[in-house]
């Protein structure tokens, strides 16, 4: 099922862009909207001046004539929406107090001078003065419809006494919404504005976040164990703070490790001295037994002291990242070892060469040495190499797969050269295939015998 969120953009120039896109969007649709309300406005009062000047011009024909020729003319004078009619009494006696009938009052009585007026918009117009119906032949009982503005003004008295010119007047026609046929050329502007905006802020919002990119591109690699990646000191002032100190952040750790690795070298190749002394001194001893035990003890200890240079040398990162072919790589180091191997597969990962094929030597030696045969294949999962390294062998108890990554750990206690080295060599080749991105585990197989499987982030 498909949410909302994933369709959401998930980079930063894309919300950017988006962002901008509603803006811009919001502030035109907000301008159109405030354009309209301005339009209805003038519109309202562009008919309230009509009314204003037909009124005025029609009261003074009728204050001219007499009542029959009154009453004659207002309903000539009457439309389809509009019901005009001369009356002994007024339709209204008071006006509203809202803007628009104080509107035309008061343009009212400033044209007609001292003449009473009255203007509401809460009046009812007589059906009969629709289209469909003329007056003269309209039901007089018939309920009134609402009507757009109601108006009375007093004549100047006629042959009968007081009468009244009452208007009835029906709202008129509705104007089209906000988006419509007439708004195309607004709907054209706006496109045009949304992709001249976003073609610009596109290319900024690139430009912006490309230091962004680069760091993140830099963490990646420095996770791999890549101790020379850098990033451009470029951008804005946060960007380029920012870079400096990642750039620091790897000189550092650059030196650290480097500081880590000529200690654990030097405690390694110092204690070759005293120990080759006391092994001389141990040969002289009479007691064979203490001889033999000596000897042994010495023995033990240099495999520990040569563990240690091998495990500083192969923790070194001078060599630099390049582009690799595993197939090929594989097949040499299974051909040198005597190891079957099944791939054949054209994948390529980021690494350093003589680093990733002495840590997958070092599991092709451990799966001939223990397991009796060392079977390589390779294949691809998603977006990550695997490889694999079956030996048929005895296995190692479940509870003890994990331990044996530690530092000095076999499978058994023995450190004798004959049957195996100090325990480094599979902290070697994962601190190598960490270093690289990728990730060693270790697994019993079903049908016996020991898995090392190796993933490795294919190159991009």
């Known amino acids: 099922m498909i949410r909302l ?137 018939e309920p009134p419809a609402p009507a757009g503005l109601a108006v009375t003004v007093a004549l100047d008295g006629g042959t009968s006494g007081a009468e009244w010119l009452n208007l009835l007047a029906a709202p008129g026609p509705e104007r089209p919404g906000l988006i419509s046929v007439k708004s195309r050329p607004f709907l054209t502007f706006l496109g045009l504005s949304l992709l001249c905006v976003l073609g610009v802020g596109a290319l900024f919002a690139s430009r912006l976040t490309k230091p962004l990119r680069q760091l993140s591109e830099a963490a990646q690699a420095a996770g791999r164990g890549d101790r020379s990646a850098r990033v451009p000191e470029g951008g804005a002032r946060e960007m380029r703070e920012a870079a400096r100190a990642f750039n620091a952040m790897q000189a550092e750790i650059s030196r650290f490790d480097a500081e880590r690795m000529r200690l654990l070298a030097a405690v390694g190749h110092d204690l070759r001295t005293p120990m080759t002394s006391l092994r001389i001194r141990a040969e002289m001893v009479e007691d064979d037994e203490q001889r033999a035990a000596m000897v042994r003890s010495l023995d033990e200890m240099t495999v520990m002291a040569d563990g240690l240079i091998t495990y500083a040398k192969d923790g070194r990162d001078s060599e630099p990242m390049a582009a ?137």
Not at 379 to 385: G, N, P, V
Not at 436 to 444: A, D, F, V
């Open 324 to 460: 690799l072919d595993l197939d090929p790589l594989l097949a040499e180091l299974c051909r040198d070892r005597g190891a079957s191997y099944t791939g054949g597969e054209d994948l390529q990962v980021s690494g350093r060469r003589v680093g990733l094929g002495r840590a997958i030597g070092n599991l092709i030696d451990n799966a001939l040495r223990y397991g009796g045969g060392a079977a390589v294949s390779l294949s691809r999962s998603k977006d990550c190499a695997v490889i694999s390294i079956d030996d048929n062998g005895p296995g190692i108890p479940a509870e003890r797969l994990e331990d044996m990554f530690l530092p000095f750990t076999r499978g058994e206690d023995s450190r004798s050269i004959e049957t195996g080295g100090a325990g480094l060599g599979l902290s070697i080749a994962r601190a190598i295939i960490i270093a690289h991105g990728g990730r060693l585990t270790l697994e019993n197989r079903a049908e016996g015998g020991l898995r090392a499987r190796i993933s490795l982030q294919l190159a991009r």
């Open 5 to 141: 969120r994933d369709l959401a953009p998930d980079t930063l120039a894309r919300q950017f862009t988006l962002l901008l896109a509603a803006a811009i969007l919001g502030a035109n649709l907000l301008g159109l909207l405030v354009l309209s309300l301005q339009q209805q406005q003038l519109d309202r009062q562009t008919v309230d001046d009509q009314w204003i000047e037909r009124i005025a011009s029609l009261v003074p024909a009728l204050d001219s004539v007499d009542s029959e020729i009154r009453g004659l003319i207002a309903r000539e004078a009457s439309t389809p929406f509009t019901y005009m009619r001369v009356e002994p009494a007024p339709l209204l006696t008071a006006s509203d107090d809202d803007r628009r009938s104080l509107y035309i009052a008061r343009g009212l009585v400033e044209a007609l001078g001292g003449h009473r007026v009255f203007v509401s918009h809460a009046s009812a117009i007589p059906r009969q003065n629709r289209a469909e119906t003329p007056p003269n032949e309209a039901p007089p009982n």
